[in-house]
């Protein structure tokens, strides 16, 4: 089953049709409706043999109009955001754990350290709060700034860590912290599975929903799969780069 929104407005200018559900979605307009929305808009388009954009107007407006009386904002729980801080914690505790243990046995508990951890850690509930507006003023700007924009709290972090790794806080064993980060992480990975789903596939009238629904939570499963490689290659190559530079 295709989860391309434009299958179900063929028709349809295909910048248009990402312009609405993109607006849609950033107002919380549900699946299903917007499956209605294209649906209708394709039977028009059909039927007068005019283009959606003489039709229904810009992409956005419509979009705003229709999000006025079909939008269900979901409120933000912070909850939601638990199990993506404790993960991202526990990768940096077992990444430099790591680090330490297959170098020195030791790992020295900087300044700099406690400054990614607290980065990583308020990340995910700020994200969950303005996340809408900022993706918006990312999918509405050029590559550049957008670039701009995701590179912009990295340059904060890479200072404090130079600034605090002389600061040293403790000394602590290696090998718990690496065990201890890589359980706190795996924990995470399950809690956030056990969470309620959160996919909301756009479903023509009387289509399946279940159906797109099971689309949808395989093609996060793969991407959640695929993130979590590649976030495990790039540790295994940290960690070899930090032996190679320590002898």
Known sequence: MSLDPATLAPHVDPDWTEALVLELRLRDVPGDVIGDVLTEIETHVLDSGTTAQDAFGDATRYAE???????????DDPRD?????????GFVAA?????????SGALTLTVGILAVVVVVVVTPFVLQRYG??????????????????????????????????????????????TLGGAAV????????????TLEDPVVAPGGDREAALAAARRETGRLTLVTTGVQAAIAVLAVVGVVLLSR
Not at 65 to 75: D, I
Not at 81 to 89: K, Q, S
Not at 185 to 196: D, Q, S
């Open 132 to 177: 809408t507006p900022l993706l918006r003023f990312l999918v509405t700007g050029s590559p550049l700034r957008a670039s701009l924009v995701v590179m912009a709290p990295m340059v904060p972090t890479v200072v404090l860590v130079l600034l605090g790794r002389a600061w040293e806080v403790a000394t602590l064993p290696a090998a718990p912290v």
């Open 65 to 75: 109009q229709v999000a006025e009386t079909a939008a269900r904002p979901t409120p």
């Open 81 to 89: 955001m638990v199990p993506y801080a404790l993960g991202a914690a």
């Open 95 to 103: 990444l430099n754990g790591l680090g330490a243990w297959v170098t």
């Open 185 to 196: 992480a795996l924990a995470a990975v399950v809690l956030a599975r056990r969470r309620p």
